[in-house]
């Protein structure tokens, strides 16, 4: 006779620990324990979840509509009396592998299981499954991960009324033309096979809103996959993909694509039709050149080509107006479109290993940074040697014949006084304005024309030396009153050269340099 169970412990390993779960069984319970669904929350705590064989009996909760049974079970109690039509959820545990007793009472109870809506057989070692589960016409969720199986029966479309078909871990090498019978599927996972191919009969399954195919080994995809447009992701990586079809471009309401770790030389001209994709990784591939449409994809957020032979960027790509992360390290640029100033939303700029002689100017626009990786070559690293960026209070790189100052120098957050003065810089990276404790800055005898307007608008900032050819760059409100002793000292000058009069470049030239004391009320006076 059936035992009701109350009580049902499970030990739930998660990592290196474990949690012990215990919960009573109330089918009057508001929070969905006694539906069919509470054996499918308790299942997403862990994949693994009910494979250690622990449970030494079957189990029904009070309404018979949902099961857990041990394969030992299967094996020993195993009655054709069991009333099982109203069941909803069956979960089994231990390890059914390829016996054909075992099988042979699955297949009784899939037959007998016709209200079935929810089944987990995954980590059983299955090589198939019988051809009965295609009697389970009210199954929505199936989970045979972490099996060995190679093919699935035909029998399988006969599932009309799946929603969730989890078959990773397999080696399937193929798939039935009958899985594109599967019209309400909306996810189909097979990450970790080794399909060669997809059926064109894919192309059916047009409720589908993830796709997951990353590490099996198809070089191409069926144009078919074209008519997949509601899928929202797909997850290519890891495959040996050498083109895209050119119908990849119909998957319009696509948001993330993974792609990474094929071999794709280019991107289908259609690729600039996916206006809502947010999340592209084109990582580890071969691609040389993109295409002007590639500007197309305004809602991208997210985009890596890290690992590629990218030689150039398009122009168009400046039209990513809401992109946060863009990672083009190791690839063969030379330069950066100027366009890419336009990405004011941009928070992580990956550049490092590429073949720039000269950090494009483009970078210092783009100040809202947070994460910069310009490379060895062209980072603050290789002026700390090594040592960590909060540890520097004060920075000296005065007369190394620096040629610019390093875009990624924000990352000295605690930085309050940088001499990088008889250098031969011609400009001052906006980054500076990042640096919040920064209060004294010496950037006299360079090549400066200019004086940057973000430097008046630095809050920290206290003292700043500069050439006094520069004094009339400095803005009206900022400029200060020379005291007394300048005035005598420009005088004694004037005496001793018997001069009646300068002009300003000749005074500029013989006063050298200056100290200019900004944010303090106190201080009105330069110092020569």
């Not at 008519?227 to 990849?248: C, H, M, S, W």
């Not at 336009?342 to 970078?363: C, I, Q, T, W």
């Not at 001499?419 to 011609?426: A, E, G, I, Q």
Request: include cysteine.
């Amino acid at each position: 006779m059936r035992k009701l169970i109350m009580i049902v412990y499970m030990m739930v390993a998660v990592g290196f620990s474990s949690v012990a779960m215990n919960r009573s069984i109330n089918p009057n319970r508001s929070d969905g324990f006694g539906s069919p669904n509470w054996m499918y929350e308790i299942s997403r705590v862990d994949d693994t979840i009910f494979s250690g064989g622990e449970l030494t009996r079957y189990q029904f909760d009070p309404n018979g509509e949902s099961m857990i049974l041990n394969v030992q079970s299967l094996r020993d109690n195993f009655s054709d009396a069991w009333e099982l039509s109203n069941l909803k959820a069956l979960i089994i545990t231990g390890k059914i592998g390829c016996g054909r007793r075992l099988l042979e009472r699955l297949s009784l109870i899939f037959l007998k299981s016709t209200n079935l809506e929810e089944l987990f057989l995954n980590n059983h070692k299955l090589e198939k499954i019988p051809q009965t589960i295609g009697s389970l016409s009210s199954l929505k969720k199936l989970n045979l991960i972490f099996n060995s199986m190679v093919k699935l029966p035909g029998s399988i479309g006969n599932l009309s009324n799946l929603e969730s078909l989890l078959l990773y871990h397999n080696r399937l090498s193929q798939l039935p033309q009958s899985i594109g019978n599967l019209r309400n599927l909306k996810e189909l996972n097979l990450r970790f096979n080794d399909l060669i191919t997809l059926p064109n009969s894919i192309g059916n399954l047009v409720n589908l809103t993830e796709l997951l195919l990353g590490f099996n080994k198809l070089s191409y995809l069926p144009p078919a996959i074209g008519y997949l447009e509601n899928l929202k992701r797909i997850d290519l990586q890891g495959n040996g993909l050498v083109a895209l079809p050119k119908t990849f471009g119909n998957l319009r309401n696509l948001k993330a694509a993974d792609l990474l770790e094929n071999h794709l030389t280019a991107l289908p001209i259609s690729f600039g039709n996916l206006i809502n994709l947010q999340v592209l990784d084109l990582s580890d591939n071969h691609l040389m050149l993109l295409l002007d449409s590639f500007g197309d994809l305004r809602s991208l957020r997210s985009l890596s080509f890290h690992n590629n032979r990218l030689l150039l960027l398009p122009n168009s790509m400046g039209n990513l107006e809401n992109l946060n992360t863009l990672d083009v390290s190791d690839n063969r640029l030379s330069s950066l479109p100027d366009s890419l100033g336009n990405l004011m939303n941009l928070r992580a700029l990956l550049l490092g290993f590429n073949e720039f002689r000269k950090l494009p100017d483009v970078v210092g626009n783009l100040t809202n940074l947070q994460i910069l990786d310009v490379g060895q070559k062209f980072s603050i690293r290789r002026f700390i040697n090594g040592a960590n960026p909060l540890d520097f209070v004060n920075l000296n790189l005065s007369g190394i014949q620096l040629e610019e100052i390093p875009h990624d120098i924000f990352k000295l957050e605690n930085l309050v006084e940088l001499d990088v003065s008889n250098n031969k810089l011609t400009k001052i990276t906006p980054f500076l304005s990042k640096l919040p404790l920064l209060q004294n800055l010496y950037i006299h005898n360079n090549m400066f024309e200019e004086l940057p307007v973000f430097l008046w608008s630095m809050q920290g900032l206290e003292k700043l030396r500069i050439d006094s050819k520069l004094i009339s760059k400095v803005p009206e409100d900022k400029k200060v009153i020379w005291d007394n002793t300048t005035d005598t000292m420009i005088k004694l000058i004037l005496a001793r050269k018997n001069r009646t009069s300068w002009n300003l470049e000749q005074l500029e030239q013989a006063l050298g340099t200056c100290c200019i004391y900004l944010n303090k009320e106190d201080i009105s006076k330069m110092e020569i």
